[in-house]
């Protein structure tokens, strides 16, 4: 027995789970490695093929984390979906029901996470991918976010997925595979002002990344960090406001509030099925192709290389002053 599964077994958890035979989604709560789990040639617990590979995907409610759920399935692979609101996963497993199981999941909360990885290594036999996507956005700027506020934007974008990376990795470790990805952000390359916890939380997310990636290299298991620019999800329009307001702050921090309200309503930007699309890409390419970092869009890829180019600069003046 693995060490993974000397863990003990799943606490009981609910989980809507579709079946052919069903039809529709039903809420069942059981421990989905028993006897009793229905399996059938269309369970999506069973392994249908070498090449389909086992996902567990957060926060696939709406948005780029719904779309890489949905092309996931549509392209033959196993998904666990999860979402702090199962419901809202009805409609994905009921289009899915050979290849979607939809489970809550809250990032923040540890019991949860735990719950979730269980029961995708329990039902699935193993997990190959771990999309840690889940994240919302907290308008603010440093002096108007509270400690509270930051640990909770710090909990959901950064706790959370250390969490449940540290969950899949013996799992991973005794595979001598997996591929952990980490939805960051061009936040986590540079800074604007406005969306301050947001972006120490990303900045703090490509830290672990990066960390993560020279640890788990040795095991065979990959880590990489997606950077996306703009996207037409309801980011903007989820995205809380700190309870201290500055005046003060109003006009430096309007074009950043302005453009991430608006990104539900600008056709011109990505779209979700386009960042699904990617991943798919990144994580069936070959190891030594996949860099660790990896702009999303052609924005992200601008935006990105302006911010070398400035970190470029930024050298070249530290380098004179430490030289004179
Ligand atoms: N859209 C962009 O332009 C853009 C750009 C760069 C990076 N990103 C990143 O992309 C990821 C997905 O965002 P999106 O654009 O697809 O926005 P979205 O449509 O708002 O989706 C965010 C998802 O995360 C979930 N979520 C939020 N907090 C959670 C928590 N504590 N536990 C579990 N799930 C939670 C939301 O669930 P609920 O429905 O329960 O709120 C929702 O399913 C985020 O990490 C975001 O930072 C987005």
């Known amino acids: 027995m693995s060490e993974w599964h000397s863990s003990g077994p799943c606490d009981a958890l609910s989980v809507t789970r579709l079946t052919a035979r069903h039809g529709s989604s039903r809420q069942v709560t059981e421990y989905p490695g028993s006897a009793d789990a229905g399996r059938s040639g269309s369970d999506p617990w069973e392994r249908q093929d070498v090449m389909t590979l086992r996902w567990l995907i957060t926060g696939c409610s709406s948005g780029l984390g719904l779309a890489l759920a949905r092309a996931a399935a549509d392209a033959g692979h196993r998904v666990l979906a999860t979402a702090r609101r199962p419901s809202a996963l009805d409609p994905l497993a009921a289009a899915h029901p050979a290849r979607v199981v939809a489970a809550r999941l809250d990032v923040r909360d540890a019991d949860q996470c735990a719950a979730a990885v269980r029961l995708a290594v329990d039902g699935f036999g193993g997990l190959d991918v771990l999309v840690n996507n889940a ?11 509270s400690d509270e506020e930051l640990r909770d934007q710090l909990e959901a974008l950064v706790v959370g997925p250390w969490r449940l990376a540290r969950l899949v990795l013996p799992l991973m470790r005794a595979q001598g595979s997996g591929h952990i990805l980490n939805v960051s952000s061009i936040a986590g390359r540079t800074g604007f002002p406005g969306l301050a916890g947001y972006i120490t939380a990303k900045h703090a997310l490509e830290g672990l990344t990066q960390a993560l990636a020279t640890e788990a290299a040795p095991f065979g298991i990959r ?10 999800t309801s980011f903007g329009a989820k995205a809380a406001e700190t309870r201290a307001r500055i005046p003060a702050y109003e006009e430096i921090t309007r074009q950043t509030r302005e453009g991430v309200q608006g990104l539900a309503d600008d056709p011109s930007l990505g779209r979700p099925a386009e960042f699904a699309e990617l991943v ?45």
């Open 135 to 145: 994240g919302c956005g907290l308008f603010g700027t440093v002096e108007e976010t």
């Open 280 to 324: 798919l890409r990144v994580v069936a390419a070959p190891p030594a192709d996949t860099p660790v970092r990896i702009p999303v869009g052609g924005p992200a890829h601008a935006t990105i290389a302006a911010v070398e180019d400035a970190a470029r600069q930024e050298l070249r003046q530290a380098r004179a002053l430490s030289t004179t």
């Open 223 to 232: 880590v990489t960090a997606l950077e996306p620019g703009p996207f037409t």
